[in-house]
């Protein structure tokens, strides 16, 4: 009971018409400031804390892009590790990242991943890194095919989902990456991108009853990570139509499935691009609420006509 009282107190949302500019404002430009002063030698605490802080930011500003709203998540996301860089007792800032990712749900490989929203979260972690790190100028995708192809299973459905345009062969390579540096890698790991979409369509419920089914499968399940692409695909789906108050159109979403793959299956390796210039760049105004690529727009025209009688 306890950890479903959480779960329900950890999902509060405040309305999507709040909205604030976070990547513009003083307060970013401040800890901007102060976290170019991280250096490996030196003084670390307080330009730690405001590189963390100012990717709260970046985090809230995609959240409420991709999501349609802030919640309380977010809200509290990374906020442990300013406390474990204040506290003395920790001397090791890497340590502290350790400690950090082991105990938070949404990293990649943390016993505590159980839910979509878990995937969310690491999701939009991912996502608005560019914002703000010049270290990590990769969105989702590029930062999943890099970095956590084990785990190409699991997020590939939710980038799928959320932004289908990013899934593609041109993407930024790190030139140091063994993406860049092996082709039997690179080459593996794209032919794992290209089999879990094919999946997808392959696998793709047909009935609004199997939709169901599926729902029903992953309120039973006691990890998300036990469902299969496809179902964390559709079940993603689901939940943008709950938190964009949308209809989903569910034969877009797998004509687009089928289009992915057949433009995927014209390659076999990824090709790379010069890296844009992402960094403090939202590409989108901070009230803006990204379109759903998959919302039914014909089903949303006739709820919106006035009744006659």
């Avoid at 670390?44 to 892009?65: G, V």
């Avoid at 270290?135 to 989902?161: G, Q, R, S, W």
């Avoid at 399940?221 to 709950?242: D, G, V, W, Y």
């Avoid at 690529?293 to 709820?303: A, L, Q, S, V």
């Amino acid at each position: 009971m306890s950890n479903y009282l959480n779960f329900i107190f950890m999902e509060i949302e405040l309305p999507s018409a709040i909205a604030f500019d976070f990547l513009n404002g003083k307060l970013r430009k401040f800890l901007a400031k102060g976290s170019t002063k991280w250096k490996e030698s030196g003084p670390w605490r307080f330009p730690a804390i405001c590189y963390t802080l100012e990717h709260k930011l970046a985090f809230l500003e995609r959240e409420h892009y991709l999501t349609g709203h802030y919640s309380l998540r977010g809200i509290l996301h990374d906020l442990d590790k300013p406390f474990y860089y204040l506290n003395p007792f920790f001397k090791d800032k890497k340590k502290i990242q350790e400690l950090h990712r082991k105990n938070s749900c949404h990293h990649a490989g943390c016993v505590e991943t159980y839910k979509l929203e878990h995937l969310i979260e690491m999701y939009i972690d991912w996502d608005c890194a560019a914002l703000t790190k010049p270290d990590k100028p990769l969105n989702a995708f590029e930062t999943l095919v890099h970095f956590y192809p084990e785990f190409m299973n699991i997020m590939l459905p939710l980038c799928l989902a959320l932004e289908p345009e990013s899934v593609k062969a041109e993407i930024f390579l790190h030139p140091w990456h063994k993406l860049c540096l092996d082709k039997h890698h690179n080459t593996d790991v794209y032919s794992e991108v290209k089999s879990i979409v094919y999946d997808i369509a392959r696998n793709f419920p047909l009935s609004f009853d199997e939709i169901e089914k599926i729902k029903q499968s992953y309120q039973k399940k006691p990890r998300i990570t036990e469902c299969s692409a496809t179902e964390i695909f559709i079940l993603m789906l689901l939940k943008q139509k709950e938190n964009l108050k949308i209809e989903i159109d569910f034969s877009k979403a797998l004509n687009t499935m089928y289009a992915i793959y057949a433009t995927l299956a014209k390659k076999d390796c990824f090709a790379g691009i010069p890296e844009v210039a992402r960094k403090g760049v939202s590409g989108h105004h901070y009230k803006e609420i990204k379109k759903c690529p998959y919302k039914d727009e014909e089903f949303m025209k006739k709820i919106k006509k006035p009744r006659l009688f």
